[in-house]
């Protein structure tokens, strides 16, 4: 019978054995476990950025839209309008402003890009909130200034973002205390599946969308999403 290797500190484990040629037995990968499975990969933001797509809804939702000039018989539309307000909230149903630099960049520039778009707006919006590598992302985009026709401009944006997300038929859904109209449906960028809700009344166009959620998810919190967006002075 062999003998167990000389340990020459008792009360200690003894080293493991060599093999052959003097070399330690060969160790685990680093940061995998004792079977050697790898690392778990993260979710990290710099694949958000190749999915979000938010430089072609930002063009999709502003791109076309034509804000009132003339008031006409309707002044009070037109004065309630001009006091409508899209803002980015410190927290969005409870999530923090996301802090990563390359999603804040990408935010900045869909808010440059509405200005440039709409140069009449009163007001943008454009951010992220929520936490990509817990699979909850939500992105904004928003801007305000007298809508002479909601419907339309709301019809045009779905109509530009359907193909560009895969979305399924968009469906009319409770606008909320702020009234207009909204409709929601359901999308993918890439193999990721995102719930779309857009929103339009006389004095604001929006849009949120929900990463790693569905339509139906989205739509539970929606007229409490867009009352943090949206603000009527």
């Known amino acids: 019978m062999s003998q167990p290797p000389f340990n020459p500190y008792p009360g200690t484990?003894?080293?493991?054995?060599?093999?052959?040629?003097?070399?330690p037995p060969p160790?685990?990968?680093y940061g995998g476990d004792q079977l050697g499975a790898p690392p778990k990969k993260k979710f990290g933001a710099g694949k958000i950025l190749l999915i979000v797509l938010a430089a072609v809804l930002v063009l999709c939702l502003g791109g076309g839209l034509v804000l009132w000039l003339v008031a006409g018989d309707e002044v009070k539309d037109v004065v309630a309008a001009t006091r409508t307000r899209?803002?980015?909230?410190?927290?969005?149903?409870?999530?923090p402003k996301v802090s990563e630099p390359q999603l804040q960049s990408l935010a900045s520039q869909m808010k440059n890009d509405l200005s440039k778009d709409v140069p009449n707006a009163t007001s943008t919006a454009g951010a992220f909130y929520g936490d990509?590598?817990?699979k909850d992302l939500v992105m904004i985009v928003g801007v305000s200034g007298v809508i002479a026709d909601p419907k339309k401009?709301?019809?045009?944006?779905?109509?530009?973002?359907?193909p560009e997300l895969g979305a399924k038929e968009f469906k009319a859904v409770d606008a909320g205390p702020l009234g207009g109209d909204a409709e929601c449906g359901?999308?993918?960028a890439q193999d990721i599946p995102v719930g779309?809700?857009?929103?339009?009344?006389?004095?604001?166009?929006?849009?949120?969308?929900?990463?790693f959620k569905s339509a139906t998810e989205l739509q539970s919190e929606f007229v409490d999403l867009r009352g943090e967006i949206e603000k009527k002075d």
């Open 13 to 23: 484990t003894p080293p493991p054995p060599q093999q052959p040629g003097g070399y």
């Open 27 to 29: 160790q685990p990968p």
């Open 86 to 95: 899209v803002v980015e909230p410190t927290t969005l149903g409870g999530r």
């Open 132 to 134: 990509p590598e817990k």
């Open 153 to 162: 401009e709301m019809a045009d944006a779905i109509t530009a973002i359907t």
């Open 186 to 188: 359901d999308g993918k």
């Open 196 to 211: 779309v809700c857009v929103w339009a009344d006389k004095g604001s166009l929006g849009m949120v969308v929900a990463y």
